[in-house]
């Protein structure tokens, strides 16, 4: 059996002490983590990507700039990646892009370095587990100031492609912080979103969690129109309780996977916001 956390850390340092307490307390083996500030240290019993000690690949580096108020062009100030950390006896080997200008033709590359961390987990029986830690980078509309994810989602999705088409590719999964923030409101900026979910489908991903069970009443003030809704909340706008809940936090298997499913939660921890403004996800595997 093998638990998987998906946790955006929301760029906080103490984060790492936390989820020590998380893998002690859902038996964590594999963590995929989101706006993750570089440890200060290698925490002990835990292999993290990208290595801690190369701190420029703990960094969202492209975009390179962004315009002050006053318009001047400064350095990017996103001291944050996604990453992957494994404890235990785990063998989890790093599967690392280049930077697209900087691939070779027909090579792993990656738009957005620090966006997503790939991984590949040996298994038991020689089979092969391609973990997948992704986050949704805000664009902002020049004329509205409006943010919107799905354009990086999809250049996340373009670089993958050949990770999901690999050979090896039977177990795929992929979490993280997708921020289709308006996840079928109802909006055009909401069908917009959810094309992000539509292509992950084509290459067999589909979400398999968390989501409540369906005999529980659904999220209280939720955005989503759908009557059937399951969501789980999962974000809340700078951890204020007044602020509306989300879930931008999800797990996407490959069918083979999802097969191997056994249970799929968010952390029950009724202060789970003092922590993050994300909630930690988890699911577990028959593998
Ligand atoms: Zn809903």
Known sequence: MLTVASWNMNQRKDAW???????????????????????NETLAGWQVQPPPSDEAR?????????????????????WFCSAIA????????????????????????????????????????ERVLTVVSLYGIWDR????????????????????????QHASSEYVLVGGDLNIYSYSDGS???????TVLSRLAAYGLEICGPLRPEHEARLERCPCPDTSCRHVHT?????????????LDFFLATPALRDRLQSSWADPDPTWWTHSDHRPIFASFDI
């Open 188 to 194: 055009v900026w909401g069908d917009r979103g959810m």
């Open 17 to 39: 002490a936390h989820l020590e307490d998380l893998a002690r307390a859902h038996d964590i083996r594999l963590a995929l983590l989101q706006e993750a500030k570089r440890p």
């Open 86 to 125: 494994s404890t235990g006896d785990l063998q989890v080997e790093a599967r690392e892009p280049l930077e697209l200008h900087e691939a070779p033709d027909g090579t792993f590359a990656c738009s957005h370095p620090g966006q997503f961390a790939v991984a590949n987990v040996k298994l038991d029986d």
């Open 235 to 247: 974000y809340l706008h700078q951890s204020k309780p007044e602020n509306r809940p989300h879930q």
């Open 58 to 78: 703990w960094r969202l580096s492209v975009p390179r700039f962004f315009k002050t108020k006053d318009g001047k062009l400064e350095e990017t100030r996103r």
């Open 141 to 164: 509309m020049e004329d509205s100031g409006q943010i919107y994810p799905e354009a990086t989602l999809h250049r996340a999705v373009s670089d993958l492609t050949s990770v999901f």
